[in-house]
C-alpha cells in the first residue's frame, strides 16, 4: 500500500518511533541537505532495486520523499512490486520539509 501524506504527519510519525527514512534522490542533492536519520538510496541508479532489497525490510512501513514528490512515487511503485507492504511518501517531498521546518 503506498500512502502519500503531508509534512505535519510524516514528520510526527518519523520522530515518534524508529523508522525506515530514505531519500531516493541523488548524492549531490543528498550532500546539500536531507531529512535527519534518512539513508541514500537513488532510484534513477541501475541497482536502486539491489540497494533496496538489501537495505530495507519490505515488511516493515518504508518512509520515502525526493526532491518534489515525483520520484518518490516511482520509488514507491517499484517498491511494492519488489513485495514492500506498507510505503509512506511525503507530499511535496525535501521542498515541502524544509518549507515547514
Known sequence: MIKIIKYPEFKTQIQNQPVQLVDVRNEMEFELGNIPGSILINVQSSNFEELAKEKLNFKEPIYLYCRAG???QLAAKIL???GATEI???EGGYLSWIQNK
Do not use: G, H, K, Q
Request: hydrophobic letters at 45%.
Open 70 to 72: 515525483v520520484r518518490s
Open 80 to 82: 511494492e512490486n519488489l
Open 88 to 90: 509512506i511518501d511525503l
